[in-house]
């Protein structure tokens, strides 16, 4: 028995010690534009949806309506006509009127994604071939619309999406919010895409074209979706096109103010990756470096497996300092690392119980029904 677990000691820390080199020095397979003037853009459509008042939503809409793209018509849309996000898309039309701007205010219900219901109503609006959507508390560059939009001249590509960083509010639990994303997710999407995987469509931006979209049932394909952006991807990569990772980085607001509004959204994100992928999911406690490498260390203290440790911790660490993409910051915080890693088990663990999660206040079921009734 002493060697059985001594063998697994060995097996954990060298697992996670080499996840985390991995993932430090992996590189995503990104499309990388060189010059956008050499491809033709047709007209674009923005779809955001919108709903409650976020921090920075102000912003974040305005730095849509700052574009350099020649010809886009920006589509932002509530269900409740006293949302308060109506106010700041009004400010918006007022501040930029040579924008085509319009407000879509429609409460219709056709399935139990309330934010694809959104989209399915403002898409009667669109006007043009290629179409744009991303999460409301997502901010731009003025070339974004260039650059995400380019790959869809090709038409062998199904959807365009691209990575993003965490801009917390300045609270613990927001940074701890953001370092799941900068020090956890967006390495776990550079670990996979740089072994050749495209199965990821990411709601920080969706790219493309109105056929493609038609030729999956149009958004009324995933209404019944939890993770409708990684659905779009799937459904078109199930037409045989193909999905591109921009080489954009865009920004997100992580505003928790607290605990437990930072585990329920960590605990949606896990347990909608467990739905999606129950296998990989399985298989994801490798990612948690300080609580697997000291568990692996109290099983096997040998010298070999301290310096295998050693390696994981190193590598771990430095993934605070590491740059994800020019003009974004790293992440700091490498004093947090320990205490992220352990809640990043905690989580893990505990969503294999989630039948259901909260989502803006409302409660859904982790299990798609995607067949079920239009509502």
């Known amino acids: 028995m002493s060697s059985l677990l001594m ?3 060995k097996a954990l820390t060298f697992s996670a010690a080499a996840y985390a080199f991995i993932a430090l ?3 995503a397979r990104i499309h990388m534009l060189s010059d956008s003037r050499a491809v033709k853009l047709l007209p674009v459509t923005v779809l955001k949806p919108l709903c409650g008042l976020e921090p920075r939503l102000a912003e974040n809409l305005a730095s849509l309506c700052e574009q350099t793209y020649p010809h886009y018509q920006l589509l932002f849309g509530v269900r409740d006509p006293h949302d308060p996000a109506v106010r700041v898309v009004e400010r918006l039309q007022a501040i930029y009127p040579h924008r085509n701007i319009e407000l879509i205010v429609d409460s219709r219900v056709h399935g139990s994604n309330f934010k694809v219901s959104n989209l399915i109503n403002m898409a009667e609006h669109a006007r043009h071939p290629w179409i744009v959507l991303a999460d409301s508390d997502i901010e731009v560059q003025p070339d974004y619309l260039e650059k995400v939009a380019a790959p869809l001249a090709d038409v062998s590509v199904g959807i365009v999406t691209c990575l993003y960083h965490g801009r917390p509010l300045n609270t613990f639990w927001a940074r701890m919010g953001a370092l799941f994303i900068d020090t956890w997710f967006v390495p776990s999407v550079r670990v996979v895409s740089a072994f050749g995987s495209t199965s990821f469509g990411f709601g920080s931006t969706i790219a493309l074209r109105a056929d493609a979209l038609v030729a999956i049932g149009g958004f009324e394909a995933v209404r019944n979706r939890l993770a409708d952006d990684f659905w779009l991807g799937e ?14 980085w865009v920004t997100t607001d992580v505003t928790e103010v607290d605990f437990a509004a930072m585990w329920s959204r960590e605990r949606r994100w896990m347990s909608t990756i467990r739905a999606l992928n129950p296998f990989g999911y399985a298989f994801t406690f490798v990612t948690f470096t300080f609580p697997l490498v000291a568990v692996g260390l109290l099983l096997a203290p040998s010298e070999i497996n301290l310096g ?14 590491r740059v994800p993409a020019s003009g974004r ?14 809640l990043l088990l905690l989580t893990w663990m505990t969503a294999f119980l989630d039948t259901t999660v909260k989502w803006r206040e409302r409660t859904v079921q982790v299990q798609d029904d995607p067949a079920g009734p239009m509502s």
């Open 7 to 9: 063998w697994l000691g």
């Open 25 to 27: 020095v992996a590189r």
């Open 235 to 248: 459904l078109t990569r199930a037409q045989g096109l193909k999905t591109v990772l921009s080489e954009v």
């Open 308 to 321: 295998a440790a050693l390696v994981g911790i190193v590598a771990r660490l430095a993934m605070h300092s």
């Open 329 to 342: 910051p790293a992440p700091g915080n490498a004093q947090y690392a320990p205490l992220r890693d352990v």
